[in-house]
């Protein structure tokens, strides 16, 4: 879309997964408001489910005005098509300057997709949101040529401006419980919910149930542990840490672990308190999953491991020998 609506609303696109909001909805609703009072605008959190456990008017806490739902069967499985038409067809009819879409698996799949039905373009996987003083537009930085520098993305020619945002990029501030939010029922033509896509169902595969990219401690292994057994250590060392376990490309390839458990460029992308790199190497691939991590401790037996360039807390030795011990000292120490 052309230029047309600069005093449009922020939307944000929220995430229920099985009935649950995804906490980066929570996140990207708390920064739009702010954004949103810099330029005197209202803010919208869209929502698309089958069922829901929660009040979603409770949005209105971290500064949603209007919480849109659109409801029905068709959201029981995640289905690319059905969300593209939907989120497409209340831009077109909406015009907002602004919309936010978490980079989770699914805002990855949809927004490129949106990006292209609405024609404007896409700054994807965010990792800072702001307004230029000057203009009102937006600022949008990610990590760019392989995590070497941040840049700073502006989108003058194009409504709305769009981006995707990593989930725990922003801290999310203490709800305000006396605000009050509209809930609306958007009336949408038949035909946004037709997909050439079939779903038939869903099959568990291990590693579903926990999302990496949910948790404080990401424990990952890549290549050096050399066996599927051996991420037993891992596993260890994450539950004593009340974490969860990663894992490199190369490990996934060799099949040691499932590809839920992947970070990376084509796996997923974790900002944790604290990240454990554990005999990975530290590829520019794999950076672009973690480096937003608050701290990161490598294990790695080559001296000149490219994760040690990121690591804030350098072990160099065998990860065999390295791992047991901090196992050992964190159960000394709790007795
Ligand atoms: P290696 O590079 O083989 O490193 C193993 C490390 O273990 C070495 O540094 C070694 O010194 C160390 N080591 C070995 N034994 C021990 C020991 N006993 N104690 C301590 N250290 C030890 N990779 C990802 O991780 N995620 C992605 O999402 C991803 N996406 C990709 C997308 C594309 C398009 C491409 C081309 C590649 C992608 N890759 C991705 C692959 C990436 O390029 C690397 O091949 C991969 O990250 C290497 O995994 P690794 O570090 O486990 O293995």
Same mark, same amino acid.
């Given at each position: %879309?052309?230029r047309?609506?600069r ?7 929220g ?7 995804h906490?980066?909805?929570?996140? /990207?609703?708390?920064?739009a408001?702010e954004l949103?009072d810099?330029?005197? !605008?209202?803010v919208?959190?869209l ?10 008017e ?9 919480? /849109? ?5 068709? @959201? ?24 936010l ?17 609405v024609?404007t373009g896409?700054?994807?996987d965010c990792?800072g ?12 930085t990610?990590?760019a040529?392989?995590g070497n520098i %941040?840049?700073?993305i502006?989108t003058p ?5 769009m981006? !995707?945002?990593r989930?725990?990029?922003f801290p ?16 949408l033509?038949?035909?946004? @919910? ?26 990952s292994g ?5 066996k599927?057994?051996n ?5 260890e ?6 974490g969860?376990?990663g894992?490199?490309?190369a490990?996934?390839?060799?099949k040691?672990?499932?590809?839920p458990?992947q970070?990376?460029l ?5 900002s944790?308190?604290?990240? @454990?790199?554990v005999?990975?190497?530290?590829s ?7 480096? !937003?991590?608050? @701290?990161v ?13 990121v690591a804030?807390?350098?072990?160099c ?11 050992e000292?964190i ?5």
């Amino acid at each position: %879309m052309q230029r047309s609506n600069r005093s449009g609303e922020i939307l944000v696109i929220g995430e229920i997964r099985e009935g649950t909001l995804h906490s980066a909805t929570v996140e /990207l609703t708390a920064k739009a408001r702010e954004l949103a009072d810099r330029l005197g !605008t209202k803010v919208t959190t869209l929502l698309m489910y089958d069922r829901v456990d929660m009040n979603v008017e409770d949005l209105a806490w971290w500064g949603a005005d209007v919480v /849109l739902c659109v409801v029905g069967e068709p @959201f029981r499985y995640f289905n690319q098509e059905v969300y593209t038409n939907v989120i497409s067809y209340l831009i077109k009819g909406r015009n907002p300057q602004i919309v936010l879409a978490p980079a989770t698996t699914s805002g990855r799949t949809y927004m490129p997709a949106v990006a292209a039905k609405v024609h404007t373009g896409l700054t994807a996987d965010c990792t800072g949101l702001d307004i230029d003083a000057d203009t009102g537009l937006l600022l949008q930085t990610r990590p760019a040529i392989g995590g070497n520098i %941040m840049a700073t993305i502006q989108t003058p020619n194009h409504l709305p401006q769009m981006a !995707t945002v990593r989930p725990r990029t922003f801290p999310v501030p203490k709800p305000n419980r006396g605000r009050k939010a509209r809930v609306e029922h958007p009336d949408l033509p038949g035909e946004v @919910f037709t997909s050439s896509i079939e779903v038939l169902g869903k099959e568990h595969q291990e590693g579903m149930d926990v999302n990496i990219q949910d948790l404080d401690v990401v424990v990952s292994g890549g290549k050096g542990l050399k066996k599927a057994e051996n991420f037993n250590l891992l596993r260890e060392l994450a539950s004593l840490l009340g974490g969860g376990v990663g894992a490199s490309r190369a490990a996934v390839d060799n099949k040691w672990i499932s590809y839920p458990h992947q970070v990376g460029l084509s796996g997923k992308v974790v900002s944790p308190k604290v990240y @454990f790199a554990v005999g990975i190497s530290g590829s520019v691939q794999h950076l672009a999953g973690m480096q !937003t991590a608050d @701290f990161v401790v490598a294990i790695n037996k080559d001296p000149e491991a490219p994760i040690f360039r990121v690591a804030d807390i350098a072990l160099c030795g065998d990860l065999f020998d390295i791992v047991p011990r901090i196992i050992e000292k964190i159960k000394e120490q709790r007795g």
